[in-house]
């Protein structure tokens, strides 16, 4: 599931995200992508690029400097945009505009993280499903959350897949090929030639050896150590570090 968070204030942005990441700890199974945004006017110019910076969920301050909140999820309607709005403000004063875009709730700041859990769960069904890819591998066509992959390995013409649940599937192409349908979720790494890591089952990076949460070990190719670290440390900053 895409989240958008759309508040002027850095504070609010982190609060949020920290909402989020407990969210996650009682839903396990869920994958969500988080965007930013400081302002409507960088929102919107964000989303009218192209459909696909499109979110399942804009969670969006009212009172923002320039472009109001409400103003924005008008202008977003009016472009088409259908996706699940959750409003945030320190007063009820817009609650009829708010439901008059069809706004799925309407928070009042400060926000407890029952109060998000309860908007969120609003709206998880509809897309719990969309968290899942099929993927035809050795033996039939498999559909699998991302977030389940440890590790995915190359071994002569195949990629082998080590899930969570200890099951090794195999599939036949190319590493390169493969990764193009991860490349765009943050948790996903490229790690030399041999390896793609969920950077979610991490356990420990030390030097140029990463232990996986399966106990994999796996070997960090010397040109590969920098960018490696740095996709690592800017991936816990994110997420791990968030509170």
Known sequence: MKIAICDDSPVQIKLIRGFIKKYLQTHPDM?????????????????????????????LDIMMPGIAGIDAAKMLRRSGADFDIVFMTSTDDFAVDAF????????????????????????VPKYSSKNLM???CHGGVYNINPVDLVLMETMKNYVFLHCANGEALKKRTTLSDFYEVFKDLDYMEKCGASFIINLKHVKVVSGDTIIMDNDMEVHIPRRSLKSFHNAYDEFARKYILAD
Not at 48 to 58: A, E, H, I
Not at 113 to 121: E, L
């Open 134 to 136: 099929q993927i035809t």
């Open 100 to 123: 008059e875009v069809g706004a799925v709730h309407y928070l009042i700041k400060p926000i407890t993280q029952k109060q998000f859990d309860d908007a969120i769960d609003r709206v």
């Open 31 to 59: 994958f969500v992508d988080v965007t930013e945004y400081s302002s409507a006017n960088q929102l919107l110019a964000s989303l009218d690029r192209s459909k696909d910076n499109w979110p399942n969920v804009l969670i």
